[in-house]
C-alpha cells in the first residue's frame, strides 16, 4: 500500500551510542533535487524533534549550515560533482572553499566529513584525474586552518566501482581506476579517513535478475536451503549489505590497503516504484531501513572484519520529485516534502532486542484512526473471518479486547493476519484502511505479533515461511470466532 498524507504518523528516530565518542551510529542524507524543500529552519526542526545527529549534505548550503549551528549534529558536507574540476585545479580555490564554507561555521556547527564529490568516477570519469588532487588542495586548506583533526575528507564511491562483489573474497575495484584508487586509498590512508561507499542493496537485488532472494537484500532469514557463502572464506552471508561491505574491505586489500574503515553513506529502499519495479514498496521501504538500523546499531562488524562496525547514512529523509529516472528514483525518502511521514520508522530499542524469526520485528500493520468506522468492521471481518487471523485476544475478556476502540480491534486482527500471511502474498491494505508503522501498539498483556518479546498470537515464525494450512476443525472454530466477535461489534457500535 502507498499511503497519502498521515497527519497521525509519528517518524521517531532514537540513535543510540555505544559511547560519548567514536561509536557506531546512524545517519541520513538530506537531498536537494525537491521542488518544494522545507526550509532550512524546517528541516532542522524535523532533525531536532526526530533526535537525528548524523547528517550528509550534498552541497555547503549556507541556510542549512547555520540552522544547524549550535543543534549537536555531526555534518557531513558535500563538495558537489560540479565544483570538482575547479577545486581539484586550482590550490587557491579549495582554500577559498575550506574558508568560505567549514572555517566560517566551526565550530558552531560540528562539521566532521567532506564528501569529495558523490560517485565520480562512475558518473563523470572525465574529472577522476582531479579527484585526488582536489581532496589532497581541501585537506591543505584544512590543515592551515588547524581543521584537520576534525574535518576528515574523502570521497564516496558506488558500488559499480566493483564489477563483481561476490564472492567478497574475490572483489576488486575496476582495474581501468587502478592508478586512480591507489591514490585516493593512500590519501585516506595517510590522513585516517574512511572509505565512503554508496552500498545499496535494492540495485544489487535488482540488477541480480531472480539470483539473490528478496530476504536477502531486507536483511530477513534465508531458506534453510538457500545459504549464502562465500566459497574462499566459509564466511555465511545472511544479508547483502554486509557482502557489499565487505567487498570494499577485499577490493581494497588487492590493492594492498588494510586498516582503513568503511562508512556507508548511502543506503535504503524506495517505497514506490513503476509498473516494473514491483518491489519497490512501502513494505518493504520499512521493514529495509527498520533492519538497517537494527544491524547497524548492534555494533557488530562484517562476516570478514567482526570487530569493526559499519556507520551507515540512511538514504534519505526527503522524497525528491526532481531526480530523474524512474519512479523509484523519486521516492527514496522517509518524508514526503510537505513533512508528512511517507511510512512511520521508529529506531526505538532494535539495537538490543532479541532477533524476531519472522523478519517482521518492529513492523506492524495497524488501522487507520481516519477510516470510515464500517470499512474498519469490514476489514475487522474479513481479516478474522476469511483472513484466519488468530483474534482470540480481542474477544470479550481478553487481554487486546477494548469495548470502545474499534480502531484498536481491528489493528490487532489486521496485524495479526499480516505476519501470517505476508510471505505469502498478504498485504497490509484492507480496503485501505490500514498502514504500516513501526510503532508498537502493544500495551499491558496485550502483545502484538511483532513486537521483541512473547505474543499471545499463535506463532507467527510462518510469517516467511509456508503459508499457514488450518484443519476443518480449526476453520469452524475461527468462523465460530469471527460471528461472536461481528455480534459483539454490532452490539457495541451500532454497526
Not at 253 to 271: C, Y
Request: aromatic fraction near 10%; hydrophobic fraction near 40%.
Amino acid at each position: 500500500m502507498v499511503p497519502g498524507k498521515w497527519e497521525r504518523s509519528i517518524f521517531l528516530l532514537v540513535l543510540l551510542f555505544a559511547n560519548a565518542s567514536g561509536s557506531v551510529y546512524v545517519g541520513i542524507n538530506i537531498g536537494n533535487m525537491v521542488s518544494n524543500l522545507p526550509s532550512a529552519a524546517d528541516i532542522v526542526s524535523i532533525l531536532k524533534t526526530q533526535q537525528i545527529k548524523h547528517v550528509r549534505l550534498f552541497d555547503a548550503n549556507h541556510q542549512m549550515l547555520g540552522a544547524l549551528a549550535n543543534t549537536g549534529i555531526d555534518v557531513m558536507l558535500g563538495v558537489p560533482n560540479d565544483q570538482l574540476l575547479l577545486i581539484g585545479n586550482s590550490r587557491s580555490e579549495a582554500a577559498d572553499w575550506i574558508n568560505k564554507n567549514v572555517a566560517a561555521f566551526v565550530p558552531e556547527t560540528n562539521i566532521t566529513y567532506i564528501a569529495v564529490g558523490n560517485e565520480i568516477l562512475t558518473s563523470i570519469p572525465n574529472a577522476a584525474l582531479v579527484l585526488v588532487p582536489a581532496m589532497q588542495f581541501l585537506q591543505s586548506a584544512l590543515v592551515a586552518s588547524n581543521l584537520n583533526s576534525q574535518v576528515k575528507v574523502s570521497s564516496p564511491l558506488s558500488m559499480d566501482m566493483i564489477p563483481k562483489s561476490f564472492p567478497p573474497s574475490t572483489a576488486t575495484f575496476n582495474s581501468s581506476w587502478n592508478s586512480v584508487m591507489s591514490q585516493y586509498l593512500q590519501f585516506l590512508k595517510n590522513t585516517g579517513s574512511p572509505l565512503m561507499v554508496n552500498a545499496q542493496p535494492y540495485y544489487g537485488y535488482i540488477k541480480g535478475q531472480g539470483i539473490y532472494p528478496l530476504e536477502y537484500a531486507l536483511f530477513q532469514p534465508l531458506n534453510p536451503n538457500n545459504q549464502i557463502v562465500d566459497p574462499n572464506t566459509n564466511f555465511y552471508y545472511t544479508n547483502m549489505f554486509d557482502a557489499m561491505v565487505d567487498a570494499a574491505y577485499y577490493s581494497m586489500q588487492s590493492l594492498n590497503f588494510t586498516g582503513i574503515p568503511v562508512i556507508v553513506t548511502a543506503s535504503g529502499w524506495p517505497s514506490q516504484g513503476g509498473a516494473n519495479e514491483s518491489d519497490a514498496t512501502v513494505d518493504n521501504a520499512l521493514i529495509y531501513n527498520s533492519n538497517l538500523v537494527h544491524r547497524v546499531l548492534n555494533n557488530s562488524g562484517t562476516p570478514s572484519q567482526p570487530t569493526t562496525a559499519v556507520s551507515t547514512y540512511i538514504y534519505e529523509l526527503f522524497n525528491e520529485d526532481l531526480r530523474p529516472g524512474p519512479v523509484s528514483e523519486k521516492n527514496w525518502g522517509i518524508f514526503f516534502s510537505n513533512e508528512t511521514a511517507v511510512y512511520s520508522l521508529s529506531f526505538g530499542n532494535q539495537a538490543v532486542s532479541k532477533p524476531d524469526p519472522t523478519g517482521l520485528v518492529g513492523v506492524f500493520c495497524v488501522a487507520n484512526p481516519s477510516a470510515d468506522s464500517n470499512a474498519l468492521k469490514k476489514g475487522l471481518d474479513w481479516a478474522c473471518g476469511p483472513g484466519e487471523a488468530n483474534c482470540t485476544a480481542i474477544l470479550p475478556g481478553e487481554p487486546c479486547y477494548d469495548a470502545s476502540n474499534l480502531v484498536a480491534l481491528a489493528s490487532y486482527a489486521y496485524n495479526d493476519y499480516y505476519h501470517r500471511m505476508k510471505a505469502s502474498g498478504g498485504t497490509c491494505s484492507f480496503g485501505n484502511t490500514a498502514m504500516i508503522s513501526s510503532t508498537n501498539p502493544s500495551h499491558g498483556s496485550c502483545i502484538f505479533a511483532g513486537s521483541s518479546g512473547p505474543s499471545n498470537s499463535t506463532d507467527s515464525s510462518s510469517a516467511f515461511g509456508p503459508s499457514i494450512s488450518y484443519g476443518v476443525a480449526q476453520k469452524l472454530q475461527l468462523l465460530c470466532l469471527a460471528l461472536i466477535l461481528q455480534i459483539v461489534l454490532c452490539y457495541l457500535f451500532d454497526i
